[in-house]
C-alpha cells in the first residue's frame, strides 16, 4: 500500500471549536487564547491493489473555488472521482467537512464514486449535538444516500479493513486496521491524533472519556510493535505516520 497525508495546514483550536490557520513560521501560540491547540489536519489517501481509499475528509475548506481535499489528491496525481472508499472515523468538522460540497440543491458528495463508510449512531448523534462540534446541516446529505453504508464494531469491510469501535474520544468514534500482505496501517483518527500522546500517558480534557481514548492509545502502541503496524496521525504537525 502507497499512503500520503493530505494536509490542510495548522491550525489553532479553542473552546470556540473555531479553527484558525497558524503558520508555524510566523505566528506565536502564545499570542492565541490560553488553551489553544496546535493541529494539523491531514486526511490520509491510501492506495491498495483494488482501491483508493480516503480515511476523513478534512475540514472541507475552498481555496480558488476548488475543494482543498480535492486539490490535495490531484497535486499527488489522484481525481476525486477515483476513490472508491470513505472511510470516516467521526464526524466532528474538520474529520467530516470534505464529505460534500455545494449548497442547496447543487449540494453532492465530493467523492461521486466512494462508498462512505461510517457508524450510524454517530451520525444520529452528530444531529441531536450540532455545532459547534458537528456540521449536522452538511451531514444530512448522508440520511438515505445511496453511497453510505453504515459499519459498525467487529465488521470487516472487503475483508481486509477491520472496523473496531473505539469511543474514547466521542462516543461512537471508530477506528481502521487497514491490511495488505505483511502491511498493517492503523488510523485512530481522535483517538489517536498524535505521536506525542502514543508515546506519554496523556488524559484529554476535550475526549469524551478521556481514561478511555488514554487506554486504547496504550493498548494499541503495545500491539502495533507487536504486529508493526504503520499508525496515521490525522493531527500531528510533524509526524504524520510512525512504523512501530
Ligand atoms: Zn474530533
Known sequence: MIFHPLSEGSFTIDQTK????FDTERDQLQERPTGSLLVEIQPFVVKTATDLL??????????????????????LGYAPEEVTKVLLSHLHKDHAGGIAYGEGADRKLSFP?????????ELQFAFEKGM??????????????????????????DGSIQVMHSGGHCPHHQVFLIREGEQVLFFGGDEAPQLQQMKHRFVAKYDHDGKK???LRQQWWEQGAKEHWTILFY???RQPHWSC
Do not use: K, M, W
Not at 459547534?132 to 440520511?143: R, T
Open 132 to 157: 459547534p462540534s458537528y456540521p449536522a446541516d452538511e451531514l444530512q446529505i448522508l440520511v438515505d444516500h445511496t453511497q453510505v453504508r453504515f459499519v459498525s464494531d467487529g465488521d470487516r469491510i
Open 54 to 75: 480516503l480515511l476523513d475528509t478534512g475540514l472541507g475548506f475552498s481555496v480558488d473555488g476548488e475543494l482543498q481535499i480535492h486539490r490535495n489528491l490531484r497535486a
Open 113 to 121: 464514486q466512494a462508498t462512505y463508510y461510517l457508524s450510524a449512531q
Open 18 to 21: 473555531e479553527f484558525v490557520p
Open 213 to 215: 481514548a488514554q487506554q
Open 235 to 237: 493531527h500531528d504537525i
